[in-house]
Structures are given as structure tokens and as C-alpha cells.
DNA sequence: ATTACTATAGCTCGAGTAG
DNA sequence: TCTACTCGAGCTATAGTAA
């Protein structure tokens, strides 16, 4: 038999637990009725009831039917079901630590978009007073090798980070920037910045500064560089 | 509108979204076929193809298609929703400290199980070898007051810890428990267990020694105490 | 080999309603 | 109010194919 209409089920059970977790159902009972479940999951209530039935029926949950409601606490074949989620995806994302982040990337040739976006007044501005420096009409594009280091790039993306707002000129939109103070071998202040929207793969992080950072560190393509990013 | 359906849709996304990331979509552009795909998945081909020109569609993934199959990317729509399963899911499962584990709880009478359940044999012996103790016959119940600390708890569940090993005597079968080296008031040899199945509370936790651990400790009902467990 | 269209069997959801 | 049953409208999965 196909298992996908049971893993299916389960990941929409996996939004019902999650929902009651958030409710705190983890840790003690909760009182809820189907009415409240239903309007917070967003169904009618003769769904909300059924799930918890089927939950119950599959030993997820524990139910005790009272006048205003229900008393519902996960049981654990219901924590196991969160945990293995949980650990799919620490897996996928492992954690950083906090505060500092360390890339190795290797100087590559950029597409000559940042030369061009660095030079409008509109991102100009705004990084002198948040990152404070006049950035270099240039950015130092890195590529990264390593899958720790693409996944360590891709956790940049969720952190706030500083905010560059975008902007429009009359002509067209720029999309908000969110920018990272960094170094590299010791040299700054630099910044990392990930643009909004972007044409580059996720392997590859771009590098600004108030100089040319080729020149000032000698770099040429195809060297191999440590970039120390402030998470802040 | 009805919410639950758009989100009933994202939670079944996500198991799709989950495979492709096991398999390295996050990093870079994996090959894979619908083919392939849905024998990973458990699903008909046909459905196969059909969720990944849906994804597509929502921007969630980019996809190029080759002679062989085609060659699928997750983008940043894609990651953000892995993010925020991943988000909520560390919300509710807060990060434990490696190597030792410390819990606040209080006294509370047991419901005469674990007296029982120390006296039989097979887990006695079990006990014995792996705990380095001969069991007291009863449990000091302890009930944990602190949301922190059942969350705490709950990390136990999935740990290894030490596994004492179900059994049948018969009559009736016994469940496998698990254990973990513990410590009260610098008090030792203690043991936490965690019954495959138990009737207690998520709140409520089990401590076995080699004596009688009220009398030894003095504690009466309603005393507090700090646990130290050791993960191991 | 691929991907994907069409048609249908089967499942799910929620309105109506009972208890 | 509450939970939960019935049943039809609508949605989803897949077998059969085409390209």
C-alpha cells in the first residue's frame, strides 16, 4: 500500500499537534473546545472534532470530554511525532552559534551587479548611517565550498540582521538589503549583504566595504579566504 | 476563506520539501526524476510531477527539467517555510545542555506502582548490572512545577539514556523503561526511570536508590528538590 | 527513459442537525 | 452551549496514456 497518504495525514496531524503544543498542551492538559480549535486552525468545527477523534484513536492524544469542552494532552506517540519533525529539520538546519559566524569562501568574479546597485544614493545613504562607511562601488563575491558553510548562509537569511530599505526612483523598485557586519583577516569594517531578491546561487555571499577589498587584501580569483561575521 | 485547507497544503508541502532537502536540495540543485522522487515519497509518479509543478508554481522550488529527470533547487519561499516549521518546533523543544540535565520538583506521593514495579525480578536484575544498584522497593515521585523544566522532560523522552528491558513473566507483559543516573542533594546512587508506558503525568517524574530515598533524605510531601540527571 | 494530460474512483470537508 | 452523525459537493490520487 501507498505509505504517502499516511505521511500526508500525519503532517496534517503534525499542524493540529502543533497548534496544541503551542497551546500548551506539552506540558499539562488544556481545556478547548472544538469551536476554539476549529477557529484557530482555521476549519469548521465538525473538522476539528474529527481530527481529535482520529488523533485519540491513534493514541496521539488523550481526550476527557467535559461540559464546556474538552481536556486534550499530547501522549507521547504525539511528542514522538513532533520530535521527529524536530529533528528532520535541526538536521537540515544545524545550529550556529551565537553572536559570530565563520565562512570560508573563495574569491570569485561577480556579475558586476554590485558595482552598480553600491553606487545609488539610495542604498549609499543608508549604509553610511547603519553600517558606517561609504561602500566601495564594488562587491567582493565569495563562493562557498563547503555544505556547513552553505548551510551556516542560508541560517543569515533568517536572522534580522541590519535593515538597507529599498527604495524607488521613479523608474523601478530596489528591494530591502539586509546587511551583516564582518571581517576578514582582520581587516574592517566590512559588510555582508543579502539582497532581498538576488540572481546569485545561495553558495555565493557578496562582501562590501569603504575600499576595494581585492586590492587592499591582494586577492585574486580563486583564493581562499575566512569571513567572520557579526550576527549581533 | 478557510484557512485550514492553504494550511493543511503547506504541512503536506513541507514532507515533500523535507525529502528534497535529506537529499541535498537545500545546498545545491539535486537530479532527481518524478520517478525516483516518488518512490521516496510513496506516491504515484504522476502525483509526483503533479506537487512539484505546484511548488514551482508557488515559487517554492525552481525547477530546470533535463533528459534524465530534472534538476529541482529549493528557493528562498522553500527555505522559509522549512524555517518556520524549524522555528516553531525549537519554540516548543527548547535546547537542553549536553551532559547533564537539571530539574526543580516537588514531593508527591506515588500511586504505590513503582513500589511494585521495583520488586520484579526482571527489571531487579537489570537494575542491578546496569544501574550499579539493588532497587529500594518504591519511586520517589516528584512533580515538576516549572514549564521550563517538563520541557526538560520531555527532551529526556528522546535521549537514549539506559535501557532496562522489558519482559514476561506469563501472565502479563512489561514494558522496556529507561533510565538515566541521577542525583539529590549530592545523594548517590540515584536513577531516574521513564516507563514505555506509564499512567502518570508528563509532570510528573520517577526516582529509584538503592534505599528508601524520603527517609534517607528526610523529605515529606510537598518538599522541593533539584535533580541532576546525567545524559550520558 | 522522461513529464504530464484526462478521467474516474475515493476521500475529505462542512452544512444541517441530533443528542 | 457542547460533541458528533449523515451526506453531498468538491477535492485529490492514480491508472491509462500521450508526447
Redesign the interface.
Known amino acids: 500500500m ?3 497518504i499516511f ?2 495525514k ?3 496531524i ?2 493540529i499537534l ?1 497548534a496544541l ?2 497551546l ?1 498542551a ?4 488544556i481545556e478547548i473546545s472544538t469551536n476554539k480549535l476549529a477557529k484557530i ?4 468545527q465538525q ?1 476539528a472534532s474529527r481530527k481529535l477523534r482520529e488523533m485519540e484513536k491513534e493514541g496521539l492524544i488523550s481526550r476527557e470530554i467535559t461540559a464546556l469542552g474538552e481536556k486534550i ?1 499530547i501522549r ?1 506517540a504525539g ?2 511525532l ?2 521527529e ?9 544545524r ?1 550556529i552559534k551565537p553572536g559570530i559566524m565563520v565562512l570560508k569562501g573563495v574569491v570569485v568574479r561577480g556579475l558586476g551587479e554590485g558595482r552598480y546597485y553600491m553606487a545609488l544614493k539610495g542604498y549609499v545613504a543608508q549604509i553610511k548611517e547603519k553600517l558606517g562607511f561609504k561602500p566601495y562601488p564594488g562587491t567582493l563575491n565569495l563562493k562557498l565550498k563547503n ?1 556547513e558553510d ?2 551556516k548562509r ?1 541560517e543569515l ?2 536572522l534580522p540582521g541590519i535593515l538597507i530599505k529599498g527604495f524607488l526612483d521613479g523608474v523601478r523598485t530596489y528591494g530591502d538589503v539586509k546587511a551583516f557586519k564582518a571581517e576578514i583577516n582582520g581587516i574592517k569594517p566590512l559588510a555582508v549583504v543579502l539582497p532581498e531578491r538576488t540572481s546569485h546561487g ?2 555565493i555571499i557578496e562582501v562590501i566595504g569603504p575600499f576595494n577589498i581585492r586590492e587592499k587584501l591582494g586577492l585574486k580569483n580563486g583564493d581562499e579566504v575566512s569571513l567572520i561575521i557579526y550576527l549581533q
Not at 506539552?26 to 492538559?29: A, F, Q, S, V
Not at 486552525?41 to 469548521?44: A, F, G, I, P, T
Not at 519533525?85 to 537540515?92: G, N
Request: glycine share 2%; aromatic share 6%; charged share 35%.
Open positions: 501507498k505509505r504517502w505521511r500526508k500525519r503532517a496534517e503534525l499542524e502543533l503544543a503551542e500548551g506539552l506540558i499539562k492538559p486552525l482555521d476549519m469548521s473538522s494532552r507521547n511528542i514522538s513532533l520530535l519533525y524536530h529533528d528532520r529539520l535541526c538536521e537540515i538546519f545550529k555544505t552553505i548551510l542560508i537569511q533568517r545561495i553558495d
